[in-house]
């Protein structure tokens, strides 16, 4: 028997994986009343390398440290999104900050889509709400890598018409003939001319070529299960379907135990998960 | 393999030995009826003979409190903390305790190794010491023997008048030299009973608790669990932290520290927004127990849980882990037809 500890210095070089690095916001554009687009840049330009669907953990020193997905495709250079709704108090402060401010970063955090799953494939996003953010990651990268994909269909439901987020790049879609865009809102105001109804009403109409459709899904906790009710109904198979999941991912690297789901830690294994994979476990959905 | 005796009249002068090498870590009684680990300053105040601690020694390997971060507000910069090896000797550990040691091991080292627990576990040697299983141990049942001698540097197995003190390793020879104590020539005691018993093999574990996942047992528990994570705390396997910042009352500079977690609080797994993934005291407890004996042992065949017995010798509403994990058992075995 040997004891593997017995060295009585710290021989091991490991990272820290807990110090973030600061990085700037280069620009703010507020979206809604609540949600707001930071556009930021890592020192010395660098890239943050991440996949559609991965987070990030955000710091600001004296507030705290919380997990954000990234909202812009890996496939704009230089900078990325980060979406953000003013939800908690970190959210709050970062309400106020301006083009110049400094934020910790660390990061890229979690699985993210494997986008070759969807190559080749009709890609068809489903998106509630604040589940656009990480959503809107995956539409732009398939419409700058547009010819490897097959149709591209976006379902998006929102609370009210008030509450659509990125609405410039809503009309793009709207007005591209190479993306089918359908969009509701629970509570339309009066000047709403679109359709009214929640998400899984936008489902039922959709003409899909089942076989050949992918899906990934995103929204708050209460949608999954019907989204999920109206997809299978529709006909679409169990294993096309991929959902992104909202944990407490506390520390981003499997140690602190908040963002477990059953056996399955979120900061690891998803947030995107492969529908059979959890489709057992009564904790996800 | 060595073997010497070491009689109880010289524990003290074998302990300021050791004490020569490297700062010593030992129970103490603390209180009139507890003990813990601490720093030995008198060899005297050292107690081999005890049922267990209120915490095992992963406080000293995860601090409950621990700096990540330190960080300058006017200037919005940051630094990591500053972690130091522990290199200590840890005199009376139970092998139980030692076990969770390396399963808390595998959790720091798996995936993204980290920095601070593996830093700080460098130059830890184990002396451990046999104990006889009070009415809340129950390690037996996960295949940790009161003499099991794995992974300790030196090994004490109690004798009516003494120690029965086998050397291990080289570092357990290292601390030995210079130290003279007669050889041992006789066998071992048998070990103690053990007075609790999970009431199925640790290899049918598993199946018996995905079985169990709807049992009424977890809401039967939750009518007497109060969620003050005691059990937790005190548990020798439980890892999680909780990250909080702390500014310094100059409002320019501060810290970002963790803290031991629970999974049976109620904000463990509470999202902005308001969103809380494990609402109810049944679903948490059953994630508990799950995680002892269920999630973590899948991917590494080992139960997480060890057998010390805190975590139903602390809680505050009288639940015991060995029951609600036999009363899984019974009700897995009501629905397998026994072959004949």
Not at chain 1, 113 to 120: L, R, S
Not at chain 2, 220 to 242: E, H, L, R
Request: charged letters at 25%; proline letters at 5%.
């Amino acid at each position: 028997m040997t004891n593997q500890f017995s060295s009585d210095t710290a021989p091991i070089e490991l990272k820290d994986l807990y110090l973030p690095v600061m990085a700037e916001i280069t620009d703010i554009k507020k979206m809604t009343e609540l949600e707001t687009l930071y556009t930021v840049q890592l020192p010395d330009g660098a890239e943050l390398g991440h996949k559609p669907g991965q987070f990030v953990e955000v710091s600001m020193f004296g507030i705290g440290e919380a997990p954000f997905s990234i909202s812009s495709s890996p496939t704009q250079r230089g900078v990325f999104e980060l979406g953000i709704r003013k939800v908690g108090m970190l959210t709050d402060v970062m309400s106020r900050y301006q083009v110049g401010h400094k934020l910790g970063i660390r990061g890229p955090f979690g699985n993210g889509i494997d986008v070759e799953k969807f190559k080749g494939k009709d890609v068809l996003i489903v998106a509630g709400g604040i589940g656009l953010v990480p959503m809107r990651s995956m539409i732009n990268y398939v419409i700058d890598n547009r010819d490897d994909f097959g149709r591209l269909i976006i379902c998006y439901g929102s609370r009210s018409d008030k509450e659509l987020l990125f609405v410039d790049e809503l009309k793009q879609w709207t007005d591209d003939p190479r993306i089918e865009y359908h969009v509701t809102v629970d509570h339309g105001s009066p000047e709403w001319t679109g359709k009214t109804g929640v998400i899984t009403t936008l489902i039922p109409t959709l003409d899909l070529d089942l076989p050949n459709t992918v899906t990934c899904v995103c929204g708050p906790p209460v949608m999954y299960r019907f989204v999920l009710l109206a997809l299978k109904s529709k006909g679409l198979p169990e294993g096309n379907i991929y959902m992104s999941l909202e944990r407490r991912m506390k520390c981003g690297v499997g140690k602190c135990g908040h963002c477990q789901i059953n056996h399955t830690y979120v900061c690891q294994d998803g947030p995107v998960y492969h529908y059979p994979d959890i489709k057992a476990l009564q904790e996800a959905l | 393999m060595v073997q010497f005796f070491l009689e109880s009249d010289r524990i003290a002068e074998f302990v300021a030995h050791l004490k020569g090498h490297k700062p010593v870590f030992a129970p103490h009684l603390k209180g009139d009826k507890s003990y813990a680990f601490s720093l030995v300053e008198d060899p005297a105040g050292v107690v081999l003979d005890y049922n267990r601690t209120m915490h095992s020694v992963k406080k000293y390997f995860m601090p409950p409190r621990e700096k990540l971060l330190t960080f300058d507000l006017t200037e919005n910069s940051c630094e990591g903390g500053q972690v130091e090896p522990v290199n200590a000797i840890f005199l009376g550990v139970h092998s139980y305790d030692l076990a969770a040691v390396h399963r808390l091991d595998h959790n720091f080292a798996e995936g993204q190794a980290e920095k601070n627990y593996l830093t700080r576990r460098q130059g830890a040697v184990f002396i451990g010491v046999s104990y006889e299983p009070d009415q809340y141990h129950f390690s037996g049942s996960v295949g940790i023997d009161p003499q099991d001698t794995r992974g300790f540097d030196i090994f004490l197995t109690k004798l009516l008048d003494g120690y029965v003190l086998e050397v291990l390793t080289p570092e357990g020879e290292k601390l030995m030299q210079g130290l003279d104590l007669p050889a041992h020539e006789t066998g071992k005691p048998a070990r103690g009973h053990f007075q609790q018993h999970i009431y199925v093999p640790q290899t049918k574990l598993n199946t018996v608790m995905a079985a169990g996942y709807d049992n009424e047992i977890w809401e039967q528990t939750a009518k007497k669990c109060v969620g003050c994570g005691t059990c937790n705390v005190v548990c020798p396997t439980c890892y999680c932290f909780n990250v909080e910042e702390n500014v310094d009352i100059s409002a320019t500079k501060g810290d970002r520290q963790r803290s031991w977690d629970g999974c049976m609080l109620r904000d463990f797994s509470a999202v902005a927004g308001g969103e809380v993934f494990r609402e109810g005291l049944a679903d948490r407890q059953r994630h508990r127990v799950f995680r002892k004996f269920k999630y973590l042992s899948d991917t590494t065949g080992k139960p997480w849980c060890v057998g010390c017995g805190r975590c139903t010798a602390y809680c505050t509403a009288d639940i015991s882990i060995v029951s609600i994990v036999n009363h899984l058992v019974a009700d897995y075995e009501k629905t397998v037809v026994a072959p004949i």
